[in-house]
Every structure is written in structure tokens, then in C-alpha cells.
């Protein structure tokens, strides 16, 4: 049996990229969380929000961790079965990912420390200081990552001679028509990912009568900045849609699920995209608002995928679920933030169960729509892996064969697996201990001492797994 080496790789990449997206948003919005709760902890000497930074530094450190494995890994493929793409574009990618490395990485590595076991060895105010710094890692880091991945999408200041890329403008390289976009839009998604997981623990450690004062507290503040965040994804995706629809209106297309180019386009809620000959099937829409999204016209005229030959068309059925699943969560996340700003509003947020339990099975749902997220950005590149400029095809390593593709992705996998178990275990463990609760917070109203929580307690191991 012969396997595809192009398709070996496409299938290590995504999985490889999907496993470590999650860990770095995850990580850029809890040490910003972090530094914050830092800064109050500093600002009033209060003891509880000294507490919450403790328990939430032990959580970023494992996902650090494992962000850090998953990232040192991956950039492996890009020389065992992308070499001939890493070769032709190393004069822009080679120089950005040195640069994070220099600036972010070495930053959060070197203040890490400070933050993980310095609380009692230095002052405060140098503890608050490494807080800021390894969050401002964090962002420096998707800075440089993003900008690569953003002009893998919309190229510019280059020139191709030769067959190899070559610098003409940093600026216009590292600023692309897209980065700024996806910059913001990532930095929304990570601070909303870190805050509906402490909102969803948070609420959690509530219904359990655990760590009652610093979790309100920390519900508090992260139902207030869901509320701000949300809505602004909303707003920030729509310029963000208008960007690749100038840019990459294949991908819109694919999106849309629109073959043919028509004016008035409908928005498709659901449909089942049939590319062997080119239409949906049962199709439910609204007429016109595709359109009036994409190019604020009623009658706007959108592009449809005929206007591409089959080869250059992006993987339609891929790109149009995902983004509906991405769509979803966040509207979803839209009204629960609001309704929970609603609730904080009435003061009626500790007595509502039913809300609390909604906020822990949402755990999981940011993490998906940033999957999601990804899918419809690298699926509906396709089938380049440098815009407009190199294919998939011609960016593989020359000699890789299907077995050689075969091996390193069975190799991935079991690296990965025992990164993400390692990881789970140590995450459920901190998620069961809790936060150190004080002698009044240890007693239920009678006064009795509360039994501890347990295993069977841990929204990791129930239905509001993380």
C-alpha cells in the first residue's frame, strides 16, 4: 500500500497546529488575568486576591508547560515534510521566528521564575513587576507568530526571484494587509478563553461553597470583562470578514457556501456543500444578509467559487462548518456574558444555579471556537501554503515518501497524547485542591467544618470538563 506523502502532511500539520493552538491562547489572557489580580493584590494588601493569583499562576505554569512542548515539536515538520517551503521562505520566516524567540521567549522564561517562587523572596512590587512582564511576553509572542502566519495568508513586501522569497520592506512584511486584524482578533479570543475558564471554575468552587470570597470576586471582575469582550469580537470579526473578503475572497466564498457570483447574497444557515457538481443541498437562509454583512449593501455582489477553477478552490465543506461552529460559540458566549452582566446588575448572580451551571459546561466552548477559528484561517488558504505564491504542493520536502510521512505523524501523536494527559493530570489535580480557603471560608453556616472537595466534585472529570 502506497500512502500520500501531501496528504500525510496536511494531516500532521493541522493536527499538530490544532493540539498547540490551544495552549497559547489559553496562557495570553490568564497571565494578563494574573497580572491584574497582581496589581489589586499590591494595590490593597488584600489576602484574596493574593490567593487567586496563587492558584491561577499553578494552572498557567502546567499550560505554559505544555505549550512549550507542543511548540518545540512542531517546529520540527518544518523541516522533515515542509523543507522545501522552510528553504524558499526562510529570508522572512527564518528572521520572524528568531525575533520571538529573542523577545518573548527569553522575557517570560526569565521571569517565570520570579512569578512561580518568588512571592516571599522578593518584594511585592518586583513579584507585580514579573506578573507584567511574562503577560507582556504573551503578547509579544503572538505579535511575531501572528505576523508570520497573517503574511503566509496576505504576502507582501517580498519579491520572488529564483523561486525564493526576498525581503524588500520589514514594515510592509511584518504589518501585512491582515496582521492587524488577526492580531486584535486573537488577543479578544485569548483574554475571552481565560476568562469563561476562571468564570466557569470560579462558578464551580461557588456551587460547592469552596473558596467562597476570592471566587466571587473573581467571578465578579471576569463577568465584567466577558460582557466588554464579547460583543467586541462581534464587531472586530466583522472588519476582520471585510478584510479577507478584499484579500482572499475564495475563502469568503467558501465560507458562504456561494458557488455562483450574485448580488444580494443570503446568509446560509445551514446547507450541506457539494463540490462534485457545485451547489448546496437543502439550503435554509436568509435572503440578502451575506451581502449586507460582507459589503453593508442589500444588493452588494459577492463573489462565488466558479470564479475559481476546482485546483484553486479551498475544501468548501471544511471552511463553511467551521465557521458556523466559530459563529455559534460566540454568540453563545455573547449572550452568556450579557446575561451574566445582567444578573451581577440585579445582584441576583450568586442566587442563580442555574446560571452558575451554565458558565462551567462552557469551559470547553471557547477552546473550540478557537479550533474552529483556525480551521476556517488554514483550510481556506488552501491550496497554498503561501498565498497566491506557493502551493502545498510545491512547498513538501522532495524525497519525503508516504512511509517516512506515515512515521513522523504516528510519532507526533504519541508525543502529543502523552503531553496532554501529563498536562490533565496535573490540571485536575490543582483544580481539586482548590485555593487555600480561610477558618470562616472552611465552615459551612453552622459553623461545622465543609467536607473537602472530591474527585467526583471536579468539573474535569463531569460534564463541565474543561
Do not use: C
Not at 522575557?107 to 512571592?119: D, I, K, M, Q, S
Not at 507582501?156 to 522569497?165: K, P
Not at 447574497?265 to 451581502?291: C, H, M, Q, V, Y
Request: charged share 15%; aromatic share 14%; no cysteine.
Amino acid at each position: 500500500m502506497e500512502f500520500d506523502p501531501l496528504l500525510l502532511s496536511r494531516i500532521q500539520f493541522a493536527f499538530v497546529v490544532s493540539f498547540h493552538a490551544i495552549f497559547p491562547v489559553f496562557t495570553i489572557g490568564l497571565a494578563t488575568y494574573i497580572a491584574l489580580l497582581e496589581a489589586i493584590a499590591y494595590r490593597t494588601g488584600d489576602d484574596h486576591w493574593a490567593r487567586l493569583s496563587q492558584f491561577w499562576i499553578k494552572v498557567f505554569a502546567v499550560v505554559f508547560g505544555m505549550g512549550v512542548v507542543s511548540g518545540l515539536v512542531m517546529a520540527f515538520q518544518f523541516g522533515t515534510n515542509w523543507s522545501e517551503f522552510s528553504y524558499r521562505t526562510a529570508n522572512f520566516l527564518g528572521p520572524v521566528l528568531a525575533y520571538e524567540v529573542v523577545t518573548a521567549f527569553f522575557l517570560e522564561a526569565a521571569f517565570l521564575g520570579v512569578l512561580l517562587f518568588g512571592r516571599k523572596k522578593v518584594p511585592p512590587g518586583v513579584h507585580l513587576f514579573a506578573a507584567v512582564m511574562v503577560a507582556l511576553g504573551t503578547f509579544i509572542s503572538s505579535f511575531w507568530i501572528l505576523s508570520a502566519n497573517s503574511w503566509m495568508q496576505t504576502p507582501a513586501g517580498f519579491e520572488f526571484r529564483d523561486g525564493i522569497v526576498h525581503v524588500t520592506s520589514w514594515l510592509e512584511a511584518i504589518f501585512n494587509p491582515s496582521f492587524g486584524y488577526r492580531f486584535v482578533h486573537m488577543a479578544i479570543a485569548s483574554l475571552l478563553t481565560g476568562g469563561f475558564v476562571v468564570a466557569g471554575i470560579s462558578a464551580w468552587y461557588l456551587l460547592r461553597g469552596h473558596a467562597v470570597t476570592a471566587s466571587k470576586r473573581a467571578l465578579k471582575m471576569t463577568l465584567v470583562m466577558l460582557a466588554i469582550a464579547a460583543p467586541a469580537q462581534l464587531v472586530i470579526g466583522d472588519f476582520h470578514g471585510l478584510n479577507t473578503l478584499e484579500h482572499q475572497p475564495a475563502k469568503v466564498a467558501a465560507m458562504e457556501g456561494a458557488w455562483e457570483t450574485q448580488e444580494g447574497l443570503p446568509l446560509l444557515l445551514f446547507a450541506i456543500p457539494d463540490a462534485a457538481n457545485e451547489t448546496n443541498r437543502f439550503e435554509i437562509g436568509i435572503p440578502k444578509l451575506a451581502s449586507l454583512i460582507l459589503t453593508h449593501e442589500w444588493d452588494g455582489e459577492v463573489q462565488g467559487l466558479k470564479e475559481w477553477s476546482a485546483e484553486e478552490r479551498p475544501p468548501v465543506g471544511i471552511v463553511f462548518w467551521t465557521f458556523r461552529i466559530m459563529v455559534a460559540i460566540g454568540l453563545l458566549m455573547i449572550v452568556a456574558a450579557l446575561w451574566g452582566a445582567w444578573l451581577l446588575y440585579r445582584r441576583r448572580l450568586l442566587d442563580s444555579r442555574g446560571y452558575l451551571r451554565l458558565l462551567t459546561w462552557m469551559i470547553p466552548l471557547p477552546f473550540v471556537a478557537v479550533l474552529a477559528g483556525w480551521f476556517v484561517t488554514e483550510v481556506g488558504r488552501q491550496p497554498y501554503v503561501l498565498y497566491g505564491v506557493i502551493t502545498v504542493q510545491d512547498g513538501l520536502t522532495p524525497a519525503l515518501t508516504g512511509g517516512m510521512a506515515l512515521f513522523t505523524l504516528i510519532g507526533y501523536i504519541l508525543v502529543y497524547a502523552v503531553v496532554f494527559t501529563a498536562g490533565i493530570y496535573y490540571l485536575t489535580r490543582i483544580v481539586r485542591k482548590g485555593m487555600p480557603e480561610t477558618d470562616e471560608e472552611q465552615q459551612d453556616p453552622q459553623g461545622h467544618p465543609k467536607r473537602p472537595l472530591s474527585a467526583a466534585d471536579t468539573p474535569l472529570d463531569s460534564s463541565a470538563g474543561l
